[in-house]
């Protein structure tokens, strides 16, 4: 007994036991764990609240690398999914860029494998490549331009109108960026997951309860929800639209963790969650990996600085100048 007393007491020590501490106060532990460590908390606005309420700063994927490439912390804990954490390591090679969960992945990215991926780019020589954000690092080394739903029109208008695009990974944003800038970029036929379970049939009854109210979507959605929708933006073009709009009424087609920013923003407007399909887990939109990070994982690893992301210093490099390019232009 008393030996295993003993071996639970260093294994607490070095912190290993915090899972058998449940009264710790984890806001109250991050908070401190972050001043000490020089750490600086992003949170994307599809965190669960509590990791949004505590957060240095919270935003949408360009705003978030734009505060990843300045900040001036030595260390930055990233309240998102794991290609959002590798962008901020590519651009902070020698800071320490921790994510909560390294299974926070994402479906958009998952569906774009570097292998098919070079050998698709392989057959259109003369194509540049433009990728959203949302892929991984290999796929970011493969692109001449990377973009976010916030900034994508920017970046296309900015390559000659008679230069051949590859866009990738994301099928519904490429149509609707094709459909809006008159291009026809060659699209990758990779969707996310979340976004592409809005039910159509249940919005239309939605609709006749609402009928004042006014869908707005992320352009991640499919082509038919796109067509119906009277603003598409981005998360944060979102919440700006809902914050300067006259109207009292929102059906929401994105992630349901922007709800949060939304409401708080508008507490006398009612925000709608546009409703998912039958088969949909939760039916309510939410991103399973998102919602991966929570504040136990936080605290644990801004505790024990794990885990951490890497990139190896080459793919580094490679994937470094078209991010870059991407934060020039958004300047
Ligand atoms: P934005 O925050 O850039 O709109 O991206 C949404 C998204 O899907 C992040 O995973
Ligand atoms: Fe990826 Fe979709 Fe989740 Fe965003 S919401 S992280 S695109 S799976």
Redesign the pocket.
Known sequence: METLIAAKEKLNEKGFLDIETPNINYVEEILRLKKEKNAVLLA?Y?QIDEIQEIADFVGDSLALAQQAAKTDADMIVFA??H??AETAKILNPTKKVLLPDLL??????DSCPPEEFSAFKAKYPNHVVVTYI?CSAEIKALSDYVCTSSNARKIIDAIPKDQPIIFAP?RNLGDYLNKETGREMLLWDGA????EAFSMEKLIDLYKEHPDAELIAHP?SEAHMLKVAKYIGSTSGLLNHVRNSDKNKFIVA??AGILFQMMQENPDKEIIPAPAKEDNTCACSE????KMNTLKKLYLCLKHELPDIEVDAELCQKAIVPIQRMLEISK
């Open positions: 994307h599809y998102g999914v290609f959002m926070a992945g994402c479906s958009l990215a949302n994301d996310c997951m979340v976004h991640e994105t992630e991103c399973a990996y998102m």
